[in-house]
């Protein structure tokens, strides 16, 4: 059974910085497709970064782009989001999810459906950026 647990979120001034942690358990081999998410009290749940652990891309939102980035360590099953720059805007619950193992479609599609791909979410991480 797939598990993921999120860590590292906190509070921060702005031009600060923050590393999420996500850990996931459970599956049998590398590759699928990792993201995270946010979202900010009355506003819908945003893809923020994606990576296919095959190691063959990531993607980003415009407005993290140069920003944030979503490194992983395939031996440990480990997805991280270093956020760099940060702004009041970046405020919200951050999630990790994960798609199925092989299917690279959530990677392409994770900006399109508020994460309707992913199968499995872990419990959120605050994050919030004072200014």
């Known amino acids: 059974q797939v598990q993921l647990v999120e860590s590292g979120g906190g509070s921060v001034q702005a031009g600060g910085s923050l590393r999420l942690s996500c850990d996931a358990s459970g599956y049998t081999y590398s590759r699928k497709c990792m993201a995270w998410f946010r979202q900010a009290p009355g506003k819908e749940r945003e893809g923020v970064a994606a990576?296919?652990?095959?190691?063959?891309?990531?993607r980003y939102v415009d407005s993290v782009k140069g920003r944030f980035t979503i490194p992983q360590d395939n031996a440990e099953n480990m997805v991280y989001l270093e956020m760099n720059s940060l702004k009041p805007e970046d405020t919200a619950m951050y999630y990790c999810a994960a798609g199925p193992e092989g299917v690279v479609g959530p990677c392409l599609r994770f900006q399109e459906n508020s994460g309707a791909d992913f199968g499995y979410w872990g419990q959120g991480t605050q994050v919030t950026v004072s200014s």
């Open positions: 990576i296919y652990t095959s190691g063959s891309f990531t």
